[in-house]
C-alpha cells in the first residue's frame, strides 16, 4: 500500500532563509506528484505538478524535484517571506483508472519577520 | 470564474442525525471527490466519482453516502453511522483520469454537538 511521509512536520524559518521541505513515497509506480498549499482552515491550493517522467518543475520562487527511484521529492522555498507561512502537503497519483491522491499529513511552515 | 463551491461552511449536527454536505463545480470536470481532513492528519479518500452516476468507495467511507446525478453536483452525506463526524471535509474535482487540473473547494467544518 502506498504511503506518503513529509518531514519535517513543522518548521520555523526567519524571513529571507532559503529552504527545503521533504517527502517520501513507499511505491515508486506513481504516475505523477504534487505539491499542494492549505492555509488555516482553507481549502488546498496545487503549487506544483511533476510528471513522473519528469525531474523537476519550478514557479516563481518554488522548485520541486523528483526523484522516483529512490522515492522522495523536495520543494525548496527560496528567500522565503512571512506570507509563505502555511501547510504543505505532498500528495501522489497512481494513475491507472483512478484519479484520487495519496496525500502526506504535511509541513506546517511559520516563516517570521 | 470556474471552481468549486461548499456549503455550508460551518454545520452542527446533533447524535443520531443525518446531515448532507453539498459540492459544485463548474469546471466541466469529470472526476469529483471527497476527503476527510482530521487535526494534524492528511486528507483521506472517503468517495469518488469519475462519471454522472457511477461513483467508487474510497479509504473510509463507512458511513458516509453520495450521489452523482448531474455532473456539476456530488453531495456527501454523513449519517448516523458515522460514529466520529466531527471533522473538515473537502471536495475536489479532477480532469478525468490521473489526477491532472486538481482544484479544491473551501471546505465544510462539521461538528457533533
Known amino acids: 500500500k502506498q504511503e506518503v511521509t513529509q518531514i519535517p512536520a513543522a518548521l520555523s524559518v526567519p524571513e529571507g532563509e532559503n529552504l527545503v521541505l521533504n517527502c517520501s513515497f513507499t511505491?515508486?509506480?506513481?504516475?505523477?506528484l504534487q505539491w499542494f498549499r492549505q492555509d488555516p482552515g482553507k481549502g488546498l491550493t496545487s503549487l506544483l505538478l511533476i510528471q513522473s517522467s519528469q525531474r523537476e518543475q519550478t514557479s516563481g520562487r518554488l522548485n520541486a524535484s523528483l526523484d522516483k527511484s529512490s522515492g522522495r521529492s523536495t520543494l525548496y522555498i527560496a528567500a522565503s517571506q512571512p506570507g509563505d507561512s502555511a501547510t504543505y502537503l505532498c500528495a501522489v497519483s497512481l494513475g491507472g483508472s483512478q484519479g484520487n491522491l495519496i496525500f502526506g499529513k504535511g509541513t506546517k511552515l511559520s516563516v517570521k519577520p | 470564474d470556474g471552481g468549486i463551491t461548499q456549503s455550508p461552511k460551518y454545520l452542527f449536527r446533533k447524535e443520531g442525525q443525518n446531515v448532507t454536505l453539498s459540492c459544485e463545480q463548474n469546471l466541466n470536470h469529470d472526476a469529483m471527490y471527497w476527503y476527510r481532513q482530521d487535526p494534524g492528519q492528511g486528507l483521506r479518500l472517503i468517495y469518488y466519482s469519475q462519471i454522472v452516476n457511477d461513483f467508487q468507495k474510497g479509504d473510509i467511507a463507512e458511513g458516509y453516502s453520495v450521489s452523482r446525478e448531474k455532473k456539476e453536483s456530488f453531495p456527501l452525506t454523513v449519517t448516523s453511522a458515522q460514529k466520529n463526524p466531527t471533522a473538515f471535509y473537502l471536495c475536489?474535482?479532477?480532469?478525468?483520469?490521473f489526477g491532472y487540473g486538481y482544484t479544491f473547494g473551501s471546505g465544510t467544518r462539521l461538528t457533533v454537538v
Open positions: 475536489a474535482s479532477s480532469i478525468r483520469p
Open positions: 511505491d515508486s509506480a506513481i504516475y505523477n
